[in-house]
């Protein structure tokens, strides 16, 4: 089998190089003069031939924008060392930006076990473990309340309530005091009654009452009359009992309504609860009458009441369920469904203004309806020259002559004095500094390199972590031991009009590889949709390209999509996720045309492998892990063995140095056993990270818990955990 190789060809043979002529291996790059001016050209394939091609933005021997990596004299604890790169602030191009970055380098360390009780030693991608800078930067912000004079914003992924006794009227505006944590600065989640635990909607009553969704403490907190002071607790809280969930309430101070998402149910108090112990009144249970399927926010005037929903269970998945009026039995179906301009998009939600009778819904877009009468209004959109980045958390607000937007994936709120026109454009924004020099909104969550999904991979001294949701793969030149360390480069994978054949590519990349590949060279891949991009190393320098990328097919396979990649010094795989096969390339493929050696029917979800062990992950079908010796792989060979310890959505497993870790996702924790065998034959973990013990499954954000624990990496005695969906914290473990 034949493996690329990047070769550099000297100049001398340039007589016969030029752009256009015909070249023989895709990924080969030489520098020739054209009119007395040196130019980097690259092999590239151009529908059925190899042809050089001039490599775009490569000027051989200068750094791209100008700037110079530096390092400085060792000045840290553990033998670390200061780096600064690049001088100079930040550059970019269509594909790669360059961010002036400073951080301690991490010293690799030789143990290999990790102890029982072990808690992250240090984190990326967030602004702590269980911290941030103070009120003025969000984490994915969702519900708004207001009793028509104060405002109330739900800041979910910080587990807070901000709070401004008279809403904000301008960017400078900080909140006057936060609930649920005892400092403007404190993160953590908890489940006393001055805690919450990922909340995700809120509702003021006009008579002062504050209620609150507080989803992953299954209840409902309850402030009687509204709150004065940081860290004030609520009066009680509605138990929903385990696994209710709740994203959305309401109350108009005397009715309740909730949705409990992960049973399927919208629940009714027709009169307010006072201990917290009543139960509901009416409880209308998702079916395909009623079409509720997992029901997210409320929204209500006291007669109409709408249900956001992300999986329906009708013709509608991404919806708005709409009672025209209350509901008065658990067999109330509603009226019809307000469905997004975008079908894809997140459902929509908002509230009603209660000056005008009007209602204001936002999914993708912000839309106005005159109502919600008995059969479906027309709605207007408006505001449509403002692009929101909205998501599972949207929200609408309009107080004392304001309408307050939560973009939830944009982490910051969009404020338009009055109702927006047509074409209107936000007065200001909370939570972000405003717009960039191209009249972007500054999006925090991306200045601040809170990655959403985080895929880390190790490799030669650096680092990458990739990102689907992002679109991205953020590079440290060297692996960073400062916490909350920047990138240096930060690369696009939706960069599809790059005239470099070897750039231009658009997917997201849900999967990494990174090893010293059979032919003894480093390789780094990434992979996701229908296509994987392969480089040489983890692409630290801007000049660096992929020697592959590969997208729709590749020799006699056409992909189904979802793909997964693993590597070792033996073997490259691809697992196309749609089709449930796992492709097997003695080595790197060496191009397109390159059929794979063998194949493997696997009802896996995730793979990886380490020379010794390939391993499945399989977030649905029980047993979840499936494991093969790398030596005994050949075409259609069933695993010699499986994990069949009890998981919860695992999605992510590895072997490293003959240990078994699992991140089992829905149980946010790390499962780990000392040794694989012990865990092929049936032994329970040796330990259970993120988890009080082996019993605790529930979700936590604090300096020792996991929420969504989702990727796995270990190297130079260290595990890293990436947090996914719900968390975006990248948390560092030392072996021991």
């Known amino acids: 089998m034949a493996v690329l190789l990047l070769t550099l060809v000297p100049s001398t043979m340039a007589s016969a190089n030029r752009p256009g002529a015909s070249c023989k291996t895709v990924g080969q790059v030489l520098t020739v003069k054209i009119k007395k001016k040196s130019t980097v050209l690259v092999c590239s394939k151009v529908g059925a031939k190899k042809v050089w091609q001039i490599r775009v933005g490569v000027t051989p021997g200068v750094t791209p924008g100008g700037t110079t990596a530096t390092t400085l004299p060792a000045g840290g604890a553990g033998g670390t060392t200061a780096t600064t790169v690049p001088a100079g602030g930040t550059t970019t191009s269509s594909f790669v930006t360059e961010v002036s970055s400073s951080y301690a380098i991490l010293a690799d360390s030789p143990f290999t076990r990790i102890s029982a009780n072990a808690v992250p030693s240090g984190y990326l991608a967030a602004m702590g473990l269980a911290s941030t800078t103070g009120t003025s930067l969000y984490d994915h912000p969702s519900g708004l309340a207001s009793n028509g004079t104060n405002l109330v914003l739900v800041d979910r992924g910080n587990n807070r ?9 301008s960017s400078s505006s900080l909140p006057d005091f936060v609930l649920c944590q005892p400092s403007t600065t404190s993160t953590a989640s908890g489940s006393g009654l001055a805690q919450c635990n990922w909340p995700s909607d809120a509702v003021v009553t006009r008579d002062g009452k504050l209620l609150v969704a507080d989803s992953d403490n299954h209840r409902i907190l309850v402030w009687t009359t ?35 998402t992960s049973r399927g149910q919208l629940k009714i108090w027709n009169s307010f609860p006072t201990t917290g112990s009543e139960p509901a009144d009416i409880t209308i249970s998702g079916n395909t009458s009623n079409c509720l399927g997992t029901p997210r926010g409320i929204v209500s ?24 009026s209350w509901p008065t039995s658990s067999a109330a179906v509603p009226n019809y469904d307000i469905v997004p301009d975008d079908a894809n998009y997140a459902w929509p939600h908002g509230a009603f203004d209660s000056s005008s009778g009007k209602l204001y819904l936002l999914s993708k877009k912000l839309v106005e309806y005159p109502s919600a009468p008995a059969s479906m ?12 980045e909205g998501g599972d ?7 004392n002559g304001y309408t307050y937007v939560t973009e939830y994936n944009g982490n910051r709120l969009a404020v338009f004095k009055g109702i927006p026109t047509a074409t ?5 924004y909370l939570g972000s500094p405003g717009e960039d020099s191209t009249g972007t909104p500054v999006n925090t969550l991306l200045t601040n390199y809170l990655v959403t999904n985080p895929q880390v991979a190790t490799l030669g001294g650096a680092m990458a972590i990739s990102s689907d949701f992002d679109r991205k793969l953020y590079v440290w030149k060297k692996i960073p031991a400062t916490d909350g360390a920047k990138p240096d480069l ?19 990349p849900d999967s990494n590889a990174a090893t010293t590949a059979a032919d003894g060279r480093p390789l780094f891949a990434l992979a996701g949709e229908k296509t994987f991009v392969v480089w040489r190393s983890i692409p630290t320098a801007t000049t660096d390209s992929p020697v592959l990328n590969i997208k729709d097919s590749i020799g006699n396979v056409t992909f189904g999509g979802k793909l997964r990649v693993a590597a070792d010094n033996k073997y490259f795989y691809l697992l196309d996720g749609e089709k449930k096969v796992i492709y097997v390339w003695a080595g790197l493929p060496a191009d397109k045309n390159d059929s794979p050696d063998f194949t493997i029917s696997a009802t896996v979800d995730r793979i990886r492998s380490d020379g010794t062990w390939l391993i499945g992950t399989s977030l649905y079908a029980s047993p979840n892990i499936l494991v093969w010796p790398v030596s005994s792989l050949s075409q259609n060979v069933a695993p010699t063995g499986t994990v069949g310890f009890r998981m919860n959505l695992p999605q992510d497993a590895l072997v490293a140095n003959g240990v078994l870790y699992v991140a089992d996702t829905g149980f946010h924790r790390v499962l780990v056993w000392n040794s694989i065998s012990a865990a092929l034959a049936g032994a329970s973990p040796d330990a259970y990270l993120g988890a009080v013990s082996s019993t605790d499954v529930s979700p936590a954000h604090s300096a020792t818990d996991l929420r969504w624990a989702a990727s796995l990496w270990v190297a130079n005695g260290y595990l890293w955990v990436g947090e996914r969906k719900f968390g975006h914290r990248v948390l560092r473990y030392a072996l021991s």
């Open 393 to 399: 958390g949207g929200d609408v607000e309009i107080v």
């Open 424 to 428: 209107a454009k936000p007065n200001f």
């Open 377 to 388: 209004p027309t709605g207007t959109p408006i505001a449509t020259t403002t692009s929101f």
């Open 301 to 324: 005037n006291g007669t109409a009441i709408l249900t956001g929903d992300h999986n329906g269970k009708c013709a509608n998945n991404s919806v708005a369920h709409v009672f025209a």
């Open 490 to 508: 930060v690369w696009k994978t939706q960069n599809q009009n790059d005239s470099n054949p070897l750039r231009a590519m658009d997917f997201q």
């Open 161 to 169: 309530l901000l709070v401004w006794n008279t809403a904000p009227t």
């Open 226 to 260: 509204f709150p004065t002071a940081t860290g004030q607790a609520a009066n009680f809280a509605i138990d929903l009992g385990a696994d209710a969930w709740p994203w959305g309430v309401w109350s108009d101070g005397t009715k309740v309504a909730a949705t409990l």
